[in-house]
Nanobody
Framework: VQLQAFGGGLVQPGGSLRLSCAAS????????LEWYRQAPGKQRELVAS???????NYADSVAGRFTISRDNAKNTVYLQMIDLKPEDTAVYYC?????????????????WGQGTQVTVSS
């Protein structure tokens, strides 16, 4: 199972970006898809998560500005970010957990994408 993240870039404060992350491999289903971020000198933090039933949770710092969504048929997760702030600057990583694959009866855990840089600066 591999995850590939897209959509980072440089944006001015107040701007918007949409991140995408596509999972590939012999995937039957993915229980949880998440976005994390890591700013320079800081620990990686959970930004948003969504279950297969589309229950979403957000970090307090992004609630009301970020929206996570997913397309289960495409094994893809998105993060729509609006009203971006300089403190949102970080490398954003997608994460998949409890993945059911076609070649095993048992779920597999803890897959990470390669990260995409988001820089918010004027």
């Amino acid at each position: 199972v591999q995850l590939q993240a897209f959509g980072g870039g440089l944006v001015q404060p107040g701007g918007s970006l949409r991140l995408s992350c596509a999972a590939s491999g012999s995937i039957f289903s993915i229980d949880t898809l998440e976005w994390y971020r890591q700013a320079p000198g800081k620990q990686r933090e959970l930004v948003a998560s969504m279950s297969i039933s589309r229950t979403a949770n957000y970090a307090d710092s992004v609630a009301g500005r970020f929206t996570i969504s997913r397309d289960n048929a495409k094994n893809t997760v998105y993060l729509q970010m609006i009203d971006l702030k300089p403190e949102d600057t970080a490398v954003y990583y997608c994460h998949a957990d409890k993945v059911f694959v076609r070649y095993s009866d048992y779920p597999q855990y803890d897959f990470w994408g390669q990260g995409t840089q988001v820089t918010v600066s004027s």
